[in-house]
């Protein structure tokens, strides 16, 4: 088992660049394909974007594709999600999950393990 914790949310403005993490402290965190996915208010949680454990493949959903980015370093034991050109409607929670996924999936179910969440507000 993993325990990703989620930091770096905030608010920024439309245009703006934010920078989330996601962290665990297991070792095997790092054998792990990590999703990130976001729930607005009144609104599902959908998927955001994913990275295999090698590191060597992403997805991305089409609202952030060319917008957003995810990387992994895996000696830290942490992804995080480059989110430029922000718009308002990226304001949600944003969550990291984990989980040894068939690739791609952007089914939240396929992920096991699931941090708190970090608010991410931009204002336009």
């Known amino acids: 088992q993993v325990q990703p914790v989620e930091s770096g949310g905030g608010l920024a403005a439309a245009g703006d660049s934010l920078r989330v993490s996601c962290a665990a402290s297991?070792?095997?965190?790092?054998?792990?394909?990590v999703g990130w996915f976001r729930q607005a208010p009144g609104k599902e949680r959908e998927f955001v974007a994913a990275?295999?454990?090698?590191?060597?493949?992403?997805d991305y959903a089409d609202a952030v594709k060319g917008r957003f980015t995810v990387s992994r370093d895996n000696a830290k034991g942490t992804v995080y999600l480059q989110m430029d050109s922000l718009k308002p409607e990226d304001t949600a929670v944003y969550y990291c999950?984990?989980?040894?996924?068939?690739?791609?999936?952007?089914?939240?179910?396929?992920?096991?393990?699931w941090g708190q969440g970090t608010q991410v507000t931009v204002s336009s």
């Open positions: 999950a984990a989980g040894r996924v068939p690739w791609p999936t952007r089914n939240s179910r396929n992920y096991n393990f």
């Open positions: 297991e070792r095997t965190f790092s054998t792990y394909a």
């Open positions: 990275i295999t454990w090698t590191n060597s493949s992403t």
